[in-house]
C-alpha cells in the first residue's frame, strides 16, 4: 500500500489548512488511520486517529477541538482538516495505516506510512 500525503504549506498563526492522504489500494478501509508529526530533534508524536468506519476518532490533547480527522473509503482517502493553527504546530505532517480496526495513538502500531508533507505556520 503506498499512502500520498499532500496539502501542507505555509499559513499565518489562525489560519487553516487542510490535508489529503490517498491510499493505493482499497484494503485500508478495514484498517484505522492516522496523523502524526515530527520535528527536528524530536520523535514522531500523535495528532489524530480515525477507526476504520469512521465511528470513533481520537486527538492530542494539544490539537483537540482545533483539528478534525475523518476519511472517505470509497475514495480511499483521509484527511486532516486544521483550523485554528499555531506556530507549535509546525511540523512534517505524516498519514499512516494502523494494524488495526481503530486508529491508535502509537506509532509502532502503524504498518503502512505516507511520505510526509510539511506544514510551517508564523506568527
Known amino acids: 500500500v503506498q499512502l500520498q500525503a499532500s496539502g501542507g504549506g505555509l499559513v499565518q498563526a489562525g489560519g487553516s489548512l487542510r490535508l489529503s492522504c490517498a491510499a493505493s489500494?482499497?484494503?485500508?478501509?478495514?484498517?484505522?488511520v492516522g496523523w502524526f508529526r515530527r520535528t527536528p530533534g524530536k520523535d514522531r508524536e500523535f495528532v489524530a486517529a480515525?477507526?476504520?468506519?469512521?465511528?470513533?476518532?481520537k486527538y492530542a490533547d494539544s490539537v483537540k477541538d482545533r483539528f478534525t480527522i475523518s476519511r472517505d473509503n470509497t475514495e480511499n482517502t483521509m484527511f486532516l482538516q486544521m483550523n485554528s493553527l499555531k506556530p507549535e504546530d509546525t511540523a512534517v505532517y505524516y498519514c499512516?495505516?494502523?494494524?488495526?480496526?481503530?486508529?491508535?495513538?502509537?506509532?509502532?502500531?502503524?504498518?503502512?506510512w505516507g511520505q510526509g508533507t510539511q506544514v510551517t505556520v508564523s506568527s
Open positions: 499512516g495505516v494502523s494494524r488495526g480496526a481503530y486508529g491508535s495513538n502509537w506509532s509502532a502500531d502503524y504498518i503502512y
Open positions: 480515525i477507526s476504520w468506519n469512521g465511528g470513533t476518532t
Open positions: 489500494r482499497r484494503t485500508t478501509s478495514n484498517n484505522g
